[in-house]
């Protein structure tokens, strides 16, 4: 009997370390290809479902204009960085340990509120000018899954609706007053959130 409580004891010893815990990870750091194409993101915890996703993403910018006949053309291309920051909470993190799935990485469903900025002044290796393409904000609510593949690797799916504000600033040259002036002004829109990535966590 005492060499079967031994063993036990020494079993579960080997076993506690590996168990999943039903909270998210303390702190991870990734990089996800997909939609942007390219963020690099990081997961802290604030409590025990709920976490704080800082990101910074790139996303590639091109048009083509041509006038009438084809005569001239232009083109403007750009890569413009996004910074995002997305209070998560991971509402299945216990359900899921409890069926005895995989919980590591924050590999569960999430609802959140997406944070995001736009920052065209920001562009970089971007053609001379930027014409008609202007840094915003938007306020996203997000349903999302992610999933673990392997050890490192992860799949994620988000989507949602919510709001985005566009900073609209450019020259023009005053007729009347015979004097350079700059337009400003916000346009509110519907804005759609959707993200569809790879990542790896390091």
């Not at 194409?37 to 083509?64: T, W």
């Not at 359900?95 to 990485?105: F, M, P």
């Not at 202007?134 to 306020?139: A, E, K, R």
Request: some cysteine; charged content about 20%.
């Amino acid at each position: 009997m005492k060499r079967t409580i031994i063993s036990l004891l020494l079993l579960l010893s080997f076993i506690k370390p590996y168990a999943q815990e039903s909270q998210v990870e303390r702190n991870i750091f990734g990089v996800q290809l997909g939609m942007y194409p390219i963020s690099f993101y990081n997961e802290c915890r604030l409590f025990k479902e709920i976490a704080l996703r800082s990101e910074i993403g790139f996303s590639y910018l091109y048009e083509s204009t041509s006038s009438l006949y084809g005569y001239s053309s232009s083109s403007q291309w750009a890569i413009i960085p996004e910074i995002n920051l997305e209070p998560r909470f991971y509402y299945n993190l216990k359900h899921r340990n409890n069926l005895g799935k995989r919980t590591n990485n924050n590999s569960a469903n999430y609802l959140s509120i997406n944070f995001g900025y736009k920052a065209v002044d920001l562009a970089i290796f971007k053609s001379n000018s930027l014409e008609n393409v202007f840094s915003s904000i938007h306020i996203i609510p997000m349903y999302g899954v992610r999933r673990s593949i392997g050890n490192n690797f992860n799949f994620e799916f988000a989507a949602g609706i919510g709001r985005e504000w566009t900073f609209e600033k450019y020259n023009y040259y005053n007729l009347i007053t015979h004097k350079n002036k700059t337009y400003k002004n916000i346009e509110s829109d519907i804005a759609f959130g959707l993200r569809l990535a790879i990542g790896y966590v390091f």
